[in-house]
């Protein structure tokens, strides 16, 4: 995988070239060189895999969200999914142009969080989810949701990655109340991408988190957390369903895709690094 130009958001655009997969990505020579938006490369990664990119959040500058007092009420989804939504003036993060590794960020205080409406992983048919962060984590006493998705009523969540209390900064893959892949004690106090992904095909399930570009721990579940892994729930960003353990951080980036085959641990591995490359780590 090699990055194809810059990444800035696009002003003007046609379809030209190829991702590292393969898919067809929009070109703009509006500023002079060719670029190729992240976005789109991002997306063309998966669907180079036969997957959908339900949600794709970037946060880079003022094209990617919009902004009331400097904090964020909308932060534009990329993917197929709906926008991610906070109409609680108190609970927005706010918007910082060089808070992460001098690029953009949004600042979660601890009460923030955004959402989208519910998307259909369900309804397509999909038996896998790779759910994906950029983030630094500010709080080690404390467990702290950064992003999840197939929450259920009751305290069963699906897909999700949490900073955990008993680790500085570890990681948590949150499979329904009964199961989870934990990474152990890896520092999330400086910035980097976390992927957690789910595959329902496996036997008898298995859950994966990477760290740093690769896998740092794995477990099988049990084929029963389908329902909360594969769901029609919204996406939460900064918490979970309910307003407990909410982020202390900052988060850059966020991306859920899904699909019918196998983890492409290829593409996953090419958005990690597309993510990590935009924001200079």
């Known amino acids: ?137 500010d709080d080690s006493a404390a467990t702290r949701w950064v992003a999840e998705y197939g929450a259920i009523a009751g305290g069963r969540s699906g897909t999700g990655i949490e900073t955990i209390t008993d680790t500085l900064a570890g990681i948590n893959f949150s499979t329904g109340g009964t199961a989870s892949a934990t990474s152990g004690a890896v520092s999330m106090a400086t910035p980097n991408v976390v992927s957690a992904t789910w595959d329902s095909a496996l036997a008898a399930s298995e859950a994966t988190i990477r760290h740093a570009g690769a896998d740092v721990t794995s477990t099988r579940l049990d084929n029963n957390l389908s329902a909360h892994m594969l769901a029609t729930e919204p996406l939460m960003i900064g918490g979970r369903y309910n307003a407990s353990s909410r982020t202390n951080g900052r988060i850059s980036a966020v991306v859920l895709a899904a699909g019918a085959t196998a983890i492409p641990l290829t593409q996953v591995a090419n958005v990690e690094a597309l993510i990590l490359a935009e924001w200079g780590l």
């Open 1 to 137: 995988m090699s990055i194809i130009g810059p990444t800035k958001p696009p002003t003007l655009g046609a379809t030209l070239g190829a991702s590292a997969s393969g898919g067809a990505l929009p070109w703009d020579a509006g500023g002079g060189a060719p670029y190729f938006p992240l976005e789109s490369q991002i997306i063309a990664e998966f669907t180079a895999a036969g997957w959908t990119t339900y949600g794709l959040f970037l946060a880079r500058g003022l094209d990617d969200f919009t902004l009331v007092s400097g904090d964020v009420s909308v932060w534009v989804n990329y993917g197929t999914g709906g926008n991610a939504l906070q109409g609680t003036a108190g609970a927005r993060p706010t918007w910082q142009a060089t808070g992460l590794n001098s690029k953009g960020t949004f600042d979660y205080d601890g009460g923030d969080t955004l959402a989208t409406a519910n998307i259909n992983i369900a309804g397509d048919s999909q038996t896998a989810t790779v759910l994906m962060a950029l983030f630094e984590d």
